[in-house]
């Protein structure tokens, strides 16, 4: 039987964890989703090369966060290799990312350019610390934003007693639930509207209201 997603498309360009955990959920769930990478791919892929060694056959983390996908090598500093994404874009459902707004911007991919385009896209955007203020571009890891940024370490430390120590992906992990969910609510939206919109996850907001 297939999924509830049967049917939708989605483009991700997501890096590590957050953001290519989100689209695995939505993979799970049905949707066609093409991963973007660049020529050397995601850096998650060398991971457990890098640690273990080259002989290592398996990379089950990249894989757990990137199943169920299809893969495309796409060098989005060309304008050739922008031109193709647009080109996806524009057929596509979904769009799901977790890059720096400064890189979206210098690819041509912001929300602006891609609604002009395809009206009825749906724009996931997860960042560490959202958009719009100074710290917009401010690079990020769950350890970081998730768990120290939104006091999520402090409010598991007895005083006195040093922080416990956080499992990889913890926050990751969360903010792709979230943002899944944010996904299936704007397309239920867009079923009775029309419309396409914007959504942010960062990974703060979700680390404060865990």
């Known amino acids: 039987?297939?999924?509830?997603?049967?049917?939708?498309?989605?483009?991700?360009?997501?890096?590590?964890v957050a953001g290519p955990s989100a689209a695995a959920i939505l993979a799970d769930w049905g949707a066609e989703v093409i991963k973007l990478e660049p020529p050397n791919g995601d850096p998650f892929r060398g991971l457990f090369a890098s640690v273990f060694?080259?002989?290592?056959?398996?990379?089950?983390?990249?894989?757990?966060?990137?199943?169920?996908?299809?893969?495309?090598?796409?060098?989005?500093?060309?304008?050739e290799g922008q031109q193709i994404a647009r080109r996806l874009l524009k057929g596509a459902d979904v769009f799901l990312t977790n890059v720096r707004p400064k890189a979206l911007r210098g690819a041509g991919l912001t929300y602006e350019e891609l609604s002009a385009l395809n009206p009825r896209l749906i724009y996931c955007h997860i960042t560490g610390y959202g958009?719009?203020?100074?710290?917009?571009?401010?690079?990020?890891?769950?350890?970081?934003?998730?768990?120290?940024?939104?006091?999520?370490?402090?409010?598991?430390?007895?005083?006195?007693?040093?922080?416990?120590?956080?499992?990889?992906?913890?926050?990751?992990?969360?903010?792709?639930?979230s943002a899944a969910g944010a996904i299936a609510a704007a397309l239920f939206h867009r079923e009775r509207t029309g419309q396409g919109q914007k959504l942010e996850v960062s990974l703060v907001r979700v680390g404060a209201y865990m």
């Open 1 to 16: 039987m297939g999924g509830p997603m049967e049917g939708i498309k989605v483009i991700e360009l997501g890096f590590w």
């Open 131 to 177: 958009t719009e203020h100074d710290e917009e571009d401010r690079a990020a890891y769950d350890i970081g934003a998730f768990w120290s940024r939104a006091a999520v370490a402090a409010m598991l430390t007895p005083p006195g007693n040093p922080p416990p120590q956080q499992r990889g992906g913890m926050g990751d992990h969360m903010a792709g639930m």
């Open 53 to 79: 060694g080259s002989l290592i056959p398996v990379n089950p983390p990249f894989e757990q966060d990137n199943r169920g996908k299809r893969s495309m090598a796409l060098n989005l500093d060309t304008e």
